[in-house]
């Protein structure tokens, strides 16, 4: 099984400020038939499903708003979100998806400070 | 508009059984891998299970293997999870999602496993 490991666990950033979140996947995500990353960031608001914000690794889902943008290829991720905002807040999750079992990270709480 | 509506969850006592359902709209349902994933109280998330677009294919997570069974009815849009033997570690909240990474994620149906 690809396990997945985010850093940190929660992060207090103030409004404005830029956001950084790391995920690592015990092996490849990257598919050396179509050069594809199969890597997915998730926002989960309290009460409520996870949403997906990026596929492919850096590919933002339609009306996500450009602050939050993914970079990363193979075993290192990153979800930076550019400039905080209150609705931001919330706990993050990578998941692969190149190959069953899918496998998320533990997650990353962001709290304004 | 995509929709996902989960239903079937309830309180049950461990061994017991539940079939959870999903109603899906707004998208060619048959076209679609479909997953079930769930949340424990308080974690993270953790896949369940997923069914290729014909239902030719299925795949469960090594803890459930053997007492759930993913199904679905291309006829009727809707997906099925069929819950055997239910452990108090099952507990939690179930959702259905589209596709074979799960784009799209409905509200999801609470499943509790106490005595």
């Known amino acids: 099984d690809i396990v997945m490991t985010q850093s940190p666990d929660s992060l207090a950033v103030s409004l404005g400020e830029r956001a950084t979140i790391n995920c690592k996947s015990s092996q490849s995500l990257l598919s050396s038939s179509n050069n594809k990353n199969y890597l997915i960031w998730y926002q989960q608001k309290p009460g409520q499903p996870p949403m997906m914000l990026i596929s492919?690794?850096?590919t933002r889902e339609s009306g996500v708003p450009e602050r939050f943008s993914g970079s990363g290829s193979g075993t290192d991720f990153t979800l930076t979100i550019s400039s905080l905002q209150a609705e931001d807040v919330a706990v993050y999750y990578c998941?692969?998806?190149?190959?069953?079992?899918?496998?998320f990270g533990g997650g990353t709480k962001v709290e304004i400070k | 508009e995509v929709q996902l509506v989960e239903s079937g969850g309830a309180l049950v006592q461990p061994g017991g059984s539940l079939r959870l359902s999903c109603a899906a709209s707004?998208?060619?349902?048959?076209?679609?891998?479909m997953s079930w994933m769930r949340q424990a109280p308080g974690k993270g998330l953790e896949w369940v299970a997923n069914?290729?677009?014909?239902?030719?294919?299925?795949y469960h997570v090594d803890s459930v293997r053997g007492r759930f069974t993913i199904s679905r009815d291309n006829a009727k849009n809707s997906l099925y999870l069929q819950m055997n033997s239910l452990r108090a570690e099952d507990t939690a909240v179930y959702y259905c999602?589209?596709?074979?990474?799960?784009?799209?994620w409905g509200q999801g149906t609470l499943v509790t496993v106490s005595s």
């Open positions: 999602a589209r596709g074979f990474s799960g784009n799209r």
């Open positions: 492919g690794a850096s």
């Open positions: 998941q692969q998806y190149y190959g069953n079992p899918l496998t």
């Open positions: 707004g998208f060619t349902f048959s076209t679609y891998w």
């Open positions: 069914i290729k677009e014909d239902g030719s294919e299925k």
